[in-house]
């Protein structure tokens, strides 16, 4: 099983309810169950509660270690890169809204299979929307950079890679968000880092 997930908000109270939407996410997460049920289990969970919680972004997904293949639902997550061995690109979109916020949301699941030399990023808006002294953000297009630069290397040069080049580029600018970055690299057995 697979996930990252982004709350909105900072500081305590953010993390206070981080730590209870980790606890939706793992009650209600049965990896042979379709990741769009779990997504929206939490989302009614979340609108259930009496206090007001901030919304929460999930992926979530199952990988199949033998054969590659990845169910996956995307709630309100940037989406998700798919990169391939020949350097084709593909955004995991299938999903829903974010979480907590509209009653009722539908979700569903997307499939894709991944094959060796493929990688999976998936990744915070924080990595994306981290800034420079200019205030220009890093991007989708400096992320897939660095993750160019490190394609054939394992998932873990990979991961540093973009998180360095992200750091670079911020240049020693303070940064409003966390950078949370998850890398799957598919060899003869998908690894993660």
Same mark, same amino acid.
């Given at each position: 099983g697979l996930a990252v997930g982004d709350i909105a908000g900072k500081g305590l109270v953010a993390g206070l309810w981080f730590t209870y939407f980790l606890g939706l996410v793992r009650l209600h997460l049965c990896w042979g169950q379709d990741p769009a049920a779990c997504a929206s289990a939490v989302n009614t969970n979340l609108l259930q509660i009496g206090a007001e919680p901030p919304s929460a972004g999930l992926f979530l997904a199952g990988l199949n270690t033998l054969t590659g293949e990845v169910i996956y639902c995307n709630a309100g997550q940037p989406p998700v890169i798919l990169l391939r061995k020949n350097g084709e690109v593909e955004y995991l979109r299938e999903g829903g809204p974010i979480l907590g916020v509209i009653p009722a949301a539908g979700f569903t699941s997307g499939r894709v299979k991944l094959q060796p030399g493929d990688s999976l990023i998936a990744y915070s808006d924080g990595i994306i929307e981290c800034r420079n002294e200019q205030e220009e953000e890093f991007g989708v297009g400096r992320l897939l950079d /660095? !993750? =160019?630069? !490190?394609? *054939? !290397?394992? %998932? /873990? /040069?990979? =991961?540093? /890679?973009? =998180? *360095? %080049? !992200?750091q670079d580029f911020a240049s020693g600018t303070a940064q409003g968000d966390d950078l949370t970055l998850m890398v799957i690299r598919h060899r003869d057995r998908p690894t993660l880092a």
């Open positions: /660095s !993750a =160019l630069k !490190a394609q *054939g !290397a394992p %998932a /873990s /040069s990979m =991961l540093f /890679s973009v =998180l *360095g %080049a !992200a």
